[in-house]
């Protein structure tokens, strides 16, 4: 949608700066007629007349107080916006995937923790079951131990539906079908690289985000499409030039 966004306005902004160019058109056409005789008596009734006619226009509009170079202008710095949006979509978009990714890292490692702690409920469960034979423990333990089984099953469960969304997310991220996560294998842990920020930074790189800087080129747009909008007002010359040939 950004993408298509930014060729729109680019696409605009290529219409308003050809409007500041001259215009060349050219017309031609004929037109033939043959009269009855049942209603034109002779000599014209009965004969085939035709009007042909061809002509070259030239138009040019001076642009006294720049009115169409504001409304270009204006329609420039909105093709500037679209375009930092679709640039800041696309960093949108890889961030997202870099996060789905991790989180389904971090999905598979709550299921081993998972997987660990049913193997540690079921090992307890059995053990318990043998005090309660010999006569150590009593039935109550026992079951406490059941409810630690059950409930590490549901966390396994969880930790599996998980797993299935984020692998959905990624596909979807990816623009492709819920099969293409299916695909996708486990995430490999990478070692991070150290990151050290200066001391002082900049003020200045705040405006650097690319939402304020596609705000600031709507709002130039916007003092253009006021001036643009300013020198309709006033008056202005048109050069206009005709030739042309018609004959019967």
Avoid: C
Avoid at 84 to 104: G, K, T
Avoid at 110 to 118: G, H, I, P, Q, T
Avoid at 144 to 167: G, H, P
Avoid at 177 to 187: A, K
């Amino acid at each position: 949608i950004a993408d298509a966004r930014a060729r729109q306005a680019a696409a605009a902004a290529n219409a308003a700066d050809a409007e500041r160019m001259p215009t060349l058109n050219a017309k031609a056409s004929y037109a033939g007629i043959r009269a009855p005789t049942t209603v034109v008596p002779s000599p014209i009734g009965g004969h085939y007349a035709a009007v042909k006619y061809g002509a070259l226009s030239f138009n040019y509009d001076l642009d006294l107080w720049g009115g169409q170079r504001a409304a270009w202008e204006a329609a420039l710095g909105q093709a500037n916006a679209a375009e930092v949006d679709r640039q800041a979509a696309s960093i949108n978009l890889s961030v997202n995937v870099a996060r789905a990714y991790s989180e389904l890292g971090h999905a598979f490692i709550v299921r081993d923790l998972a997987k660990d702690e049913l193997d540690r409920s079921q090992r307890l469960f059995e053990l318990s079951k043998k005090r309660m034979d010999a006569g150590l423990d009593s039935k109550v333990q026992l079951q406490q131990t059941q409810t630690q089984v059950a409930s590490a099953r549901e966390q396994l469960a969880a930790a599996e539906q998980q797993i299935a969304s984020d692998r959905i997310s990624l596909a979807v991220l990816l623009g492709q079908g819920p099969d293409r996560g299916l695909q996708l294998q486990r995430p490999r842990a990478l070692q991070a690289n150290a990151l050290s920020l200066p001391s002082n930074l900049p003020a200045e790189l705040l405006g650097r985000r690319p939402d304020i800087v596609a705000a600031r080129w709507r709002v130039e747009a916007a003092n253009k499409d006021i001036q643009s909008a300013k020198t309709r007002f006033y008056p202005n010359i048109n050069l206009g030039a005709m030739i042309g040939l018609a004959s019967m």
